[in-house]
């Protein structure tokens, strides 16, 4: 899901306009899930060396906002971006290192969704974060 043809069907699905930037940030969205603005940045110049940090943060804030990417921000760390959108998994984050990784959501349907009293309100997301130590950092404390 990440060949130019996919990349420019992705934008023109979310009625978006096929741009140079936009099928830059979102090929590199696809091939570094979970990287911040910065590794964006530095995986999207490979291709197109004359990008602007702001056409960057332009092409991410578009395509957040229709729903090609989706923005994550665990407490005490940058905002990261991945292409794993409407399936409402999780995240498990590192407390020493940082790492994050995909958690699918609990069991079956998205489950989280449905809120023990959702107090009128029309859910349509859940945002669960576990927090941890990923294998190495663990292995390290313990040797
Ligand atoms: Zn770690
Ligand atoms: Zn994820």
């Known amino acids: 899901m990440s060949t130019t043809s996919d990349l420019r069907q992705l934008l023109r699905g979310a009625a978006l306009r096929v741009t140079r930037p936009r099928m830059a940030v979102l090929g590199a969205v696809y091939a570094h899930p979970h990287a911040d603005t910065d590794s964006i940045i530095r995986a999207v110049r490979r291709d197109l060396p004359e990008v602007s940090h702001q056409a960057v943060y332009d092409s991410l804030h578009t395509l957040t906002a229709a729903g090609l990417v989706r923005r994550l921000q665990p407490s005490g760390s940058v905002a990261r971006y991945e292409s ?60």
């Open 84 to 143: 794993r959108v409407r399936d409402n998994h999780h995240h498990v984050v590192c407390r020493a290192c940082g790492v994050v990784a995909d958690v699918d959501c609990a069991v079956g349907e998205a489950p989280c969704l449905t809120a023990s009293d959702d107090r009128g309100f029309s859910i349509d997301e859940a945002e669960v974060i576990y927090w941890g130590l990923c294998p190495d950092c663990s292995t390290a404390r313990s040797s």
